[in-house]
Structures are given as structure tokens and as C-alpha cells.
Nanobody, 125 residues
Framework: QVQLVESGGGLVQFGGSLRLSCAAS????????IGWFRQAPGKEREGVSC????????YYADSVKDRFTISRDNAKKTVYLQMNNLKPEDTAVYYC??????????????????WGHGTQVTVSS
């Protein structure tokens, strides 16, 4: 049974930092990419950052470049999203997803194979 479990969300002040974790289980990670997506109230879900588990190649949305860093620990089957210099517009539910796609393609799609249940990130001004 495939599972993606997010953790690490919370309430943080403007300019603060959070690290999200996505723990994967139930499938072989070979050839998969894992991505972080977010959905704010009243807005569509959007891709934030994606990483290839085999190659380590990454993709970032323009809105988070130079502030967010995605990384992986394949031994732990976990992908992290380090979020620095957070802004109120980063407030959203953050989801991780897995699929057999190239990272840039994956981060521009929302119809993906596997999804976690999400973790709330709230940035106060």
C-alpha cells in the first residue's frame, strides 16, 4: 500500500523558517520523482518544487526560488522541503506527491499517481 505522509507544518512569523518532511512507503522509489504542491484557500493547487529520487535533479517554481530547498534521503525514503524567508502568501496546505515523471513536467501537473493528505503552513504578517 502506497503511502505518503507529510509532517512539519505549523504557524510561523513572516521571515521565519519551516522544514517539511514527506515519508514514502509501500513502493520502490526507483524512477520516481516526489514533489511538493500547495493549495491556498480559493486558489488552485500549484507545484512548488520537485525532485528526482534517482538523479537528484530539481525544479522550483519561480515564487520560491532562492527561498526553498528540496532534498532527499533515499535510505529513509524521505523528501524534505526547507522553507526560509517565509511570506504570508506562502500560507497554504502543502501536499507531497509521487509520480514517474520528469521533475519539471511533474511540477506543472496536478493529476499525479500518489498524494499525501497535506500539512498546513500558516505565515503570519
Amino acid at each position: 500500500q502506497v503511502q505518503l505522509v507529510e509532517s512539519g507544518g505549523g504557524l510561523v512569523q513572516f521571515g521565519g523558517s519551516l522544514r517539511l518532511s514527506c515519508a514514502a512507503s509501500g513502493f520502490s522509489l526507483d524512477y520516481y520523482a516526489i514533489g511538493w504542491f500547495r493549495q491556498a484557500p480559493g486558489k488552485e493547487r500549484e507545484g512548488v518544487s520537485c525532485i528526482s529520487l534517482s538523479e537528484g535533479s530539481t525544479y522550483y517554481a519561480d515564487s520560491v526560488k532562492d527561498r526553498f530547498t528540496i532534498s532527499r534521503d533515499n535510505a529513509k525514503k524521505t523528501v524534505y522541503l526547507q522553507m526560509n524567508n517565509l511570506k504570508p502568501e506562502d500560507t497554504a496546505v502543502y501536499y507531497c506527491a509521487a509520480d514517474l515523471l520528469q521533475v519539471q513536467t511533474m511540477c506543472t501537473k496536478t493529476a499525479l499517481l500518489y498524494w499525501g493528505h497535506g500539512t498546513q503552513v500558516t505565515v503570519s504578517s
